[in-house]
T-cell receptor, first 118, second 116 residues
Framework: GNSVTQMEGPVTLSEEAFLTINCTYT??????LFWYVQYPGEGLQLLLK?????DKGSNKGFEATYRKETTSFHLEKGSVQVSDSAVYFC?????FGAGGTSYGKLTFGQGTILTVHP | GAGVSQSPSNKVTEKGKDVELRCDPI?????LYWYRQSLGQGLEFLIY????????KSGLPSDRFSAERTGGSVSTLTIQRTQQEDSAVYLC??????????????FGPGTRLTVT
C-alpha cells in the first residue's frame, strides 16, 4: 500500500535559517504529492502540491520538487520566519496505474514540528 | 466563501456512550472525507464519500464506527459504545474532484473527542 515517511522532528531553527524537511513515499502508479501545514490552534491547510514527476510546487516561499527517481518530495525554504512555526505534513493521494482508479484519499506522513526562534 | 464546518468543536463523553459528529462540506464539493488525528497514530483516513457511489469504508477501525452522507452534502460520523482509544481529533475534508490529478482537500477545524 501507499506510505509516506517524513524526517523526525522536532526541528528548531533561528529566524532566517534555511529549512529542509525530508519526505519520501512508496506508491504504485503516479500519485499526487502535497505538503499540508497546521498552525497552532488552526486546521490543516494546503501549502503546496505537485501532480507529476519534476513538477515544483511553491507557495509562501516554500518549495518542493516531485522526484520520481528518488520517490521524494522534500520541503525547503530559504529563510524561515517565526510565523512559519507549525506542524508540516507530507501527503500523497491516489494513483493512476494501468487499470487503476483514484479517489484522492490522502496518506499522510507522521508530521514534523517546526519551531522558529527570533 | 464558507469553508468546511464541523460540530461540535469539542465533545467529552463517557466510555460506552454513543457520539455523533457532524460535517458540513463546502457547497458544491462532491467528495467528502473523514480522517482521525491522534498522538499515537498520526493522521488516518477513515471513510470517503463521492456522489452516489458506495462509500469507501476501508479506514474505519471497527464496526463501532459508521458514517452517512445525506443528500450529497452533510455527513455524520457515529461512534457507538465509545472507548478511550477513540479519543482523537476527527477531521472532515471536502474536495471538488474536478477530474484533475491533484485532489486538493479543504479541511474543517475538527472535533476533539475525549472519552473518559
Amino acid at each position: 500500500g501507499n506510505s509516506v515517511t517524513q524526517m523526525e522532528g522536532p526541528v528548531t531553527l533561528s529566524e532566517e535559517a534555511f529549512l529542509t524537511i525530508n519526505c519520501t513515499y512508496t506508491a504504485t502508479g503516479y500519485p499526487s504529492l502535497f505538503w499540508y501545514v497546521q498552525y497552532p490552534g488552526e486546521g490543516l491547510q494546503l501549502l503546496l502540491k505537485a501532480t507529476k514527476a519534476d513538477d515544483k510546487g511553491s507557495n509562501k516561499g516554500f518549495e518542493a520538487t516531485y522526484r520520481k527517481e528518488t520517490t521524494s518530495f522534500h520541503l525547503e525554504k530559504g529563510s524561515v520566519q517565526v510565523s512559519d512555526s507549525a506542524v508540516y505534513f507530507c501527503a500523497l493521494s491516489g494513483t493512476f496505474g494501468a487499470g487503476g482508479t483514484s479517489y484522492g484519499k490522502l496518506t499522510f506522513g507522521q508530521g514534523t514540528i517546526l519551531t522558529v526562534h527570533p | 466563501g464558507a469553508g468546511v464546518s464541523q460540530s461540535p468543536s469539542n465533545k467529552v463523553t463517557e466510555k460506552g456512550k454513543d457520539v455523533e459528529l457532524r460535517c458540513d462540506p463546502i457547497s458544491g464539493h462532491t467528495a467528502l472525507y473523514w480522517y482521525r488525528q491522534s498522538l499515537g497514530q498520526g493522521l488516518e483516513f477513515l471513510i470517503y464519500f463521492q456522489g452516489n457511489s458506495a462509500p469507501d469504508k476501508s479506514g474505519l477501525p471497527s464496526d463501532r464506527f459508521s458514517a452517512e452522507r445525506t443528500g450529497g452534502s452533510v455527513s455524520t460520523l457515529t461512534i457507538q459504545r465509545t472507548q478511550q482509544e477513540d479519543s482523537a481529533v476527527y477531521l472532515c475534508a471536502s474536495s471538488p474532484l474536478t477530474g484533475g490529478f491533484a485532489y486538493e482537500q479543504y479541511f474543517g477545524p475538527g472535533t476533539r473527542l475525549t472519552v473518559t
